[in-house]
């Protein structure tokens, strides 16, 4: 009991931020960017681009691809960074599955393009954004990123690029070239917003 209670002290306040971030991300990914092919960078876009090609929800591929992630940075993450991050990504995989169960709730955007990457990327953004300033992540991104810094000595936001061009590449395999660009817009102006709603210091950066 006093194990929950100190947990529920420390983790209770992050909750509705981390818990809240995973829905509109997950209402977001599957509401616009599964249904107008306008696709995501990092490991989001790796889940739509599984999901295209293969029979596999983004519900199940979250947990390979982010657990991965987050096993590959482990030694590199804090305690309450992993914590919230766990707490993020298991709230956004279950409110994936319990959307795709139902048909969409917004009207398709893909004859608009453009709609679709601003909606969408606003979704991305204050999702990811929200669990961020929480102390966590709703992707194994932030891990990922943190660990190749250190293991190839480059800046963060240059693994970050890196890792948004590859998704994006790989896109073309089913996403049309054109189509390419305004998924590049939506992954500006998510990562925009994400920027303006982190503390100052990165939670990733914390060794509690």
């Known amino acids: 009991m006093q194990k929950i209670q100190t947990f529920w002290k420390e983790y209770g306040p992050r909750m509705p931020m981390l818990v809240g971030g995973a829905f509109i991300l997950a209402f977001g990914l599957y509401n616009v960017h599964s249904q107008s092919e306008v696709t995501e960078g990092g490991v989001l876009g790796a889940l739509l681009l599984i999901d295209h090609w293969f029979p596999i929800s983004p519900a199940v591929s979250s947990v390979i691809l982010n657990g991965l992630c987050y096993l590959f940075g482990l030694r590199y993450l804090g305690r309450r960074f992993a914590v919230c ?25 893909a004859d608009y393009p453009l709609a679709a990457a601003l909606v969408g990327g606003c979704f991305v953004g204050f999702g990811v ?5 929480a102390g966590g992540a709703s992707t194994g991104d932030d891990a990922l990123a943190m660990a190749l810094s250190k293991v190839c000595g480059v800046k ?10 590859s998704v994006l590449l790989l896109s073309l395999s089913y996403i049309p070239f054109g189509r390419i660009f305004f998924s590049l817009a939506s992954v500006v102006l998510s990562s925009f917003i994400i920027e303006r709603l982190q503390p100052k210091a990165r939670p990733a950066e914390e060794t509690e």
């Open 129 to 133: 954004g929200l669990s961020v300033r």
């Open 156 to 165: 963060i936001s240059r693994v970050y690029f890196i890792s948004d061009l």
């Open 85 to 109: 991050s766990l707490i993020a990504t298991g709230s956004f995989t279950a409110f994936y599955a319990i959307f795709e169960a139902f048909p969409p709730l917004l009207p398709s955007l």
